[in-house]
Each structure stands twice: as structure tokens, then as C-alpha cells.
């Protein structure tokens, strides 16, 4: 299983910034893409940013030219860098991670999740 924490929500006015962490820790063969998610009140949960194991990656465009997704591999960290909020960016942010247990057995694992609020 794969179990992961995420740090670095909090309170930050408009045009703010903001940096995200997940850890990712347990036992599994490896991890093939991380990402970040959100879901506001009344919301579905929609993709802020994704990344493969191969550094490519995938970007709302809500927030394209904005956030930056990177991991550490090593590590199995994921990071979400965010300049310039606004309030609708306001969500719980959620680390996810799909990884192969086994070679022959590929799981979705979600973390709690982090408050970001973007508020004058």
C-alpha cells in the first residue's frame, strides 16, 4: 500500500504563493504518475496538475502558466509550486498517486488532503 501526506495548505491573500508537499511512503514496486487534485463546495474533484515517473507533465488550463508540479523520484515527494492565486483556485488539495504493488497489480491511493484558501 502506498500512504500519503500532504503539508503546505493554509490562508493566503490573491496573488499570493504557495508550495505544496506530498509524501508518499509503504510498500510497493513503484510509483508510475503522481498528481494534485482539488474539489471546491459544490464541486466535483477536477486534475490541477499530473506527473510520470519520466517527468512529463499535465496541467488544467485553469492554472497552466501558474503552478508547477515537479517530484523528487528518489524521494517520492511531490510538490505543487502556485503563484499568482485567486480565489477560485480556494479547494482542498488532494496528492494522488497510482502505483504497482506488484508488477501485476496497478492502485489508485488518495491522500487526507490540505485546505488552500485564497481570501482578501
Known amino acids: 500500500q502506498v500512504h500519503l501526506v500532504e503539508s503546505g495548505g493554509g490562508l493566503v491573500q490573491p496573488g499570493g504563493s504557495l508550495r505544496l508537499s506530498c509524501a508518499a511512503s509503504g510498500s510497493f514496486f513503484s510509483i508510475n504518475a503522481m498528481g494534485w487534485y482539488r474539489q471546491a463546495p459544490g464541486k466535483q474533484r477536477e486534475l490541477v496538475a499530473t506527473?510520470?515517473?519520466?517527468?512529463?507533465?499535465n496541467y488544467a488550463d485553469s492554472v497552466k502558466g501558474r503552478f508547477t508540479i515537479s517530484r523528487d523520484n528518489p524521494k517520492n515527494t511531490l510538490y505543487l509550486q502556485m503563484n499568482g492565486l485567486k480565489p477560485e483556485d480556494t479547494a482542498v488539495y488532494y496528492c494522488?498517486?497510482?502505483?504497482?504493488?506488484?508488477?501485476?497489480?496497478?492502485?489508485?491511493?488518495w491522500g487526507q488532503g490540505t485546505q488552500v484558501t485564497v481570501s482578501s
Open positions: 494522488n498517486a497510482r502505483a504497482e504493488i506488484t508488477l501485476l497489480r496497478q492502485d489508485d491511493y
Open positions: 506527473i510520470t515517473s519520466g517527468a512529463i507533465t
